[in-house]
């Protein structure tokens, strides 16, 4: 009976240790895959990507003749441990376009971040923004701008999150000036994905 019993606990423990196992893989899996950057570099827009990471936005950009939209879907299709391939897609204008190939370096140079992220302004606080069913906690950056010859002011905010593909979840811009206001929102993130 002893050894019936012990034998049990032994089938249990195994059993056990390979369930939590299978779940401590399936989790990582769902996560964004976080790697170390060489020397000297940062993590990039792109950097926890893995194949099947995909993000669609929507672009709005203003034309005297009509608004010009562009719905694109970037997924990533191949990656390795320095770059990703992104193979981008959609329409303009309800218009298919054709597929576009193009490899990004998953790190870059703080002085390329910097650079990049200076057009979102400053940091001034944070707000969670829902993206299909998730719920993404975001940094606000605002920018002011002045119309050079009108009496017209701008402000442009950003959301980022490091939690999405290419970190840019929103941007809102709003002018007041001329008796007039206007509010436009050029980029919005749609729907993302980090893996399959």
Known sequence: MKKRYVGSFVLLVIFMAICLTTTDTAMAQSKPLRRQPPEGMVPGPWADAVVGTRAAVREVQPNMMGDIVIEKTTEVVAADER???????????????????????RFVLPSELEKASAQWGQKEGRETLKIGDKQVECDIYRKREKHPTRDIEGVQTTYVSKDVPSWVVRVVKKYTGEGKTMEVVPYSLLSFTWDR
């Open 83 to 105: 770059s990703v391939t992104l193979k981008v897609s959609g329409t303009t204008n309800g218009k298919r376009q054709k597929e576009q190939q193009g490899v990004l370096q």
